[in-house]
């Protein structure tokens, strides 16, 4: 069934959602922060802005539904491309989420990871980052995988070079290569692939996000600007994905 962009109608509240088929891993490709802002006449910088609120929601809400793990999408390798003033308000909004969130994350149980070159961050994010995988890293509950200068080509000519390395220090042969051995150089080791791809703003496309974990993920694209993403939206994602019959290539449950 085509199901593209779809406009949010009707409430949906949690009652209508199955307690008992929630996506283990959500990934959200947060997209529409400049266009939210450009709309009400403000500078981007204030979409950004808006952007991180709505993300607070988000994450609260994924934790009280139980979901396990949530991959947002804040900085991807290309966003370099954007003015320096830009990306430096981006890498400053990024530390002081941290600054500002992380007691209350902690206080929620939540594990705060990464994926992406880390490495190449300014370095208050890298301290505050450091800060927060330290804190949270004990905690049990859902696990805020934070993409930052994240690109999935960057990450699977990072796996080949570690599969590379491997072969070459005797430590893997070339036939034991398989899925599952992949998987394990990947940022993403040791997390399940996300059941539901989330973006916002209405674009199709992925713009190099989880290239090789969302082989199989079920996608909604959702109108809304980031910054306008809240519960309601995120209940109605849900929705639709549990509407959704996975097949992963074989044949039909029903
Ligand atoms: C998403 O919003 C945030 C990042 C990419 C960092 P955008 O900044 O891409 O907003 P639009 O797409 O230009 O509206
Ligand atoms: C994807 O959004 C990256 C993030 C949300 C961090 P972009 O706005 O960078 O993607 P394109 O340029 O529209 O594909
Ligand atoms: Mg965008």
């Excluded at 990871?113 to 927060?132: D, F, S």
């Excluded at 791809?197 to 993920?217: D, K």
Aim: hydrophobic share 40%; proline share 4%.
């Amino acid at each position: 069934m085509w199901s593209g962009p779809w406009k949010r109608n009707k409430e949906v509240s949690s009652a209508q959602i199955d307690r008992g088929r929630i996506p283990r891993h959500i990934a959200i490709i947060m997209d529409g922060n400049g266009r939210w802002a450009i709309r009400r006449g403000l500078p981007r910088s204030l979409g950004h802005k808006a952007g991180v609120e709505a993300l607070r929601g988000v994450v609260k809400a994924c934790s009280g539904l139980g979901v396990e793990y949530l991959t947002v999408y804040a900085f991807s390798t290309e966003n370099w491309r954007r003015p320096k003033e830009e990306v430096g308000i981006l890498m400053n909004l990024l530390t002081e989420y941290l600054r500002r969130e992380l007691r209350e994350l902690d206080e929620n149980d939540v594990v705060i990871r990464a994926v992406g070159q880390i490495e190449h961050l300014p370095a208050e994010a890298r301290t505050e980052l450091a800060r927060a995988f330290e804190q949270t890293k004990s905690n049990r509950g859902l696990v805020l995988n934070l993409a930052l200068n994240y690109g999935g080509r960057a990450e699977l000519v990072g796996a080949v070079q570690g599969i590379c390395r491997d072969v070459q220090g005797g430590r893997l042969k070339p036939a034991e290569i398989d899925e599952n051995v992949v998987d394990r150089y990947l940022y993403t080791a040791g997390i399940p692939d996300p059941d539901l791809l989330i973006r916002t703003s209405g674009e199709m496309r992925l713009s190099n996000f989880l290239l090789w974990q969302c082989a199989y993920t079920e996608m909604v694209v959702v109108r809304d600007y980031w910054p306008d993403f809240d519960e309601e939206a995120l209940l109605q994602a849900i929705r639709a994905y549990q509407r959704r019959n996975r097949r992963f290539g074989g044949l039909a449950n029903e």
